[in-house]
């Protein structure tokens, strides 16, 4: 008996294969019948639940298959990489910039300012960067003070995903990253191994789960200093030959450590730059502890670098 011939699946919203008639739900001058009364009348327009589902199944796969080539990763949503990332997208609206975050929730540490207490410090001048974003604060003359470290990583998050050319894939861990040669017969990074991160995180309890891939001619790693994921394109960089070691990130000196940062935002191998917190531990600077000027600064650097990489 002939095997049967896969049918090729053409997706159709149409309601004849939805329960809802079409356009239920529509008035006789052909506006959604909705109420917006608070006073037990409230009433949607209906909705099928296959409609739901279709419309994130849609929308993030898409994506997925238009990203898997992008021009730009930044690899953490942390404050530098989103400040790279709202600097990229601004300065060239014409970039596919695919931003890959571990959490659910992006912002990595700024979503406080230290000790979890919340105004965060900032100091001038990348205050100036405050000023760009909108974000107020409490000038206090060599620096200045965010009410709460939210209202600048909300800020500037809704900025960046506002961006039609940026998108953010959170709950995405990379787990590895592209290594070959290039045309020069130089080792170069060219885009990163991903997976999702609940899966990462489980790869000792399952059999194996393969990953997937986007490649990039430039990956920027904002992965932030030590924890569970952090530093992981500078320790990866050192299990892959191309870091000889860690530099490992030296005690708290916030006026050695944060222009440190800034001025070693660089391409750190070809194809790779590095910015932010994840600097410290591949250079052994010191960290700053709860200034965050430097992550701004760095991930705007990290942004030129880019560009120039890109350029060149
Ligand atoms: O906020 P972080 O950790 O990193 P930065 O460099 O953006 O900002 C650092 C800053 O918050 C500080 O640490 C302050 C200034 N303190 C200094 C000090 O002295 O202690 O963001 C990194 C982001 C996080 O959201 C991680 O979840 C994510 O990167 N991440 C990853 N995402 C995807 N794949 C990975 N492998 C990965 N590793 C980390």
Known sequence: MAPPVATSTHYDDSSSILSLKKNEGV??????????????????????????????????????????????????????????????????????????????????????????????VVRKPADRFLTELGVPFDDEGNFVVVKHAALFTSTILSKVLMMPNVILM????????IIREDHHGQQRVSGVVTNWTLVALNHDTQSCMDPNTITAPVIVSATGHDGPMGAFSAKRLVSAGLLKELGNMRGLDMNRAEPAIVNGTREVTPGLIMTGMELSEHDGSNRMGPTFGAMMASGIKAAKEAIRVLDT
């Open 170 to 177: 959170n709950a995405t861990a990379v787990e590895d990253l």
């Open 27 to 120: 008035n006789n001058k052909g506006v959604v019948d909705v109420l917006e009364d608070y006073d037990g009348k409230y009433r949607f327009a209906p909705i099928e639940e296959a409609q739901v589902s279709r419309a994130m199944i849609k929308r993030y796969f898409n994506s997925m298959y238009e990203r898997a080539v992008s021009d730009v990763v930044i690899v953490g949503a942390g404050s530098a990489g989103l400040s790279c990332a709202y600097h990229l997208g601004k300065a060239r609206p014409d970039l596919k910039i695919t931003i890959l975050e571990a959490n659910v929730a992006p912002g990595g540490g700024a979503w406080l300012g230290g000790q979890l207490m919340t105004p965060m």
